[in-house]
Structures are given as structure tokens and as C-alpha cells.
């Protein structure tokens, strides 16, 4: 196949773009690099089949040659980048969405949208299955990253129960893993950065609020297996394996053998209490689960911040090769 890959440039993007490579497709990588780096897809440049074009989703973009699966991942996804940029990230969620279906349409392609969990908000009812409506406030500020979302669904099935597009849903759960920026504000990567700098690891609230964590290998598998799919979804992809917040710190304090110990502040606004994915839709229809245990991922993720000191977001120079002139 050639896939587009919107967002190709940024952590789960990149690994994506990598294992459709690994197993013989074509990659289109379509990013703006407002958030992706181009570290993240140097290594890919000189293998045949990618390409990567500079553009952005929520106005014009030139996609060149045939396409036969979509893939929409682009949005700013941490908390520091869609409180930065919040009508981008509406943007991305509504007219981005739509151009990358219209794309889509156009070519007969597969379209799969990266929803997320954050649809669920803070969630009444645990663990958390595709039919539940989530718990969501539509004008705190987690609003706009939430709402997106949930607009983007909508105009997925919208365009798959009136034009007939071969659309599918996944919601994402927190996923983790090398290539995370060390600023992007989520909990493993500012864990692990405090941990290896000897700061105090920053916990909010009492630290007993939980979170279920994916390693990015697991997550990419079950992406892959959604666009080989006909599947409309909604499917969660996550790990059901749930720790406290708390519990993650100390553990990446043991894991980094680091001794800075662990700060407690107020718990922000909206933030949810417990999230765990329910996932025998994605067992049963999808044949995936998750298989790389927290400990492991860990240690893999700690060992690549190590060796790799986090730099600044930096797009590629356009004169260089695999861009479009």
C-alpha cells in the first residue's frame, strides 16, 4: 500500500511511518512540524518509498501519486502544546479532519482517525468501553483537545454513513516510548527527564489518580492492524494494566537509580482520576493486545533519553532530499 500519514513527523508518527516501511509499504509522511521534530524521520529520508511533504492539514496540502490509506495524526496532543495552540487544535480536529477524509474519498483510500481516550474525560464509569458517551467538561481547559476529538468522530461517521468513506476510529490511551519530547508535559517523559536531571519528580495531587500505560511498539501494532482492517470502530487501544501515578514515579526512580525523590503539587483542573481501557473489541475483532510489560518499556524509554539529550522542535531544511520541490 501507500499510506499518508499525517503527522509522520512526531512520536507515535514517526514509529508508524517506520514499521509501514519495515513491512514493504509506501509512506507519504504530511506534517507542518509544529510539534513533530525532524530527527524523528532523518533516518527514514533515504528509504525508498518515503516521502515527506510540508504541509498543513488544516489549510492547502499537495499530496503527489496514489493513495490507499489515510492515517490522521495530526494534532497537537500534550497538554502544553493544545493549551499553546488551542483553535490549531480545534482546527485540526474539524477542518484538518475534513480535508484528510475528502483526501480519502477521493482516492477510494482507508481512513483511520487517531481519536484518543481524552473522549472519555474523567471518566463515571471504569474501565472504560467504546459505548460509553465520556464525561466531559466542553469549556475547561482540556476542552479544546477533548472536543476536537469528539468532532472528529462525528465527521468520520458522518462521512462513512453519508459518502460511503471506509472509515475507522481508534481511541488512544496514553502510549509512551522513545522519541516522547522531554518538554512535552506527559507523565513518563517528565518523569524520566526529571529523574535523569536529579530533580524532584513532579506529582499532582496524592499521586493515587491512575493511568494505563501503552508502550509505542504495542501501540503501533495496533494501528497497522486497523488499517488492514475494514472496521468502522470506535476501538480503544491501550494497556488495561493500570498504575497509580505515584506507583510510576517510584518506579522510574528505581529503574533511573536516581535519588531526587518525588514533590507534590495541586491537582489541575479536569485532570482525570482513573483511566483503563476496555479492550475486548480490540482482542476480538482486531486479533491485538498489548504485550511489552511497564517495567520493560520503561527501561527501553529510559535508556533512549539517556543517550539521546532531548533538542530543540526543528523542521527539516525543504532543500533536502525526499522533499517535494
Known sequence: MRVVVAGGSGFLGSHLCEALLSRGDAVCCLDDFSSGRAANINHLMPVPGFVCTRGDVTTRFRVFGHVDAVVHLASPASPPDYQRWPLQTLAAGSRGTENLLLLAVRHRARFVLASTSEVYGDPAVHPQEEEYWGHVNPVGPRSVYDEAKRFAEALTMAYRRSRGAATGIVRI?????????????????????????????????????????????????????????????????????????????????????????????????????????????????????PQVPLEEGLRRTVAWFAARPDTPVQAPDPSTAGWPS
Request: with cysteine; aromatic share 6%; glycine share 10%.
Open 173 to 289: 490511551f496514553n502510549t509512551y516510548g522513545p522519541r516522547m519530547r522531554a518538554d512535552d508535559g506527559r507523565v513518563v517523559s517528565t518523569f524520566v527527564r526529571q529523574a535523569l536531571d536529579r530533580e524532584a519528580l513532579t506529582v499532582f495531587g496524592d499521586g493515587s489518580q491512575t493511568r494505563s500505560l501503552c508502550y509505542v511498539d504495542d501501540m503501533v501494532r495496533g494501528l497497522l492492524a486497523m488499517v488492514d482492517s475494514d472496521l468502522p470502530g470506535p476501538v480503544n487501544l491501550g494497556n488495561p494494566g493500570e498504575r497509580t501515578v505515584r506507583e510510576l514515579a517510584e518506579l522510574v526512580l528505581l529503574i533511573t537509580g536516581s535519588d531526587s525523590g518525588l514533590r507534590f503539587l495541586p491537582l489541575p483542573v479536569d485532570d482525570p482520576v482513573r483511566r483503563r481501557p476496555a479492550i475486548t473489541r480490540a482482542r476480538e475483532e482486531l486479533g491485538w493486545q
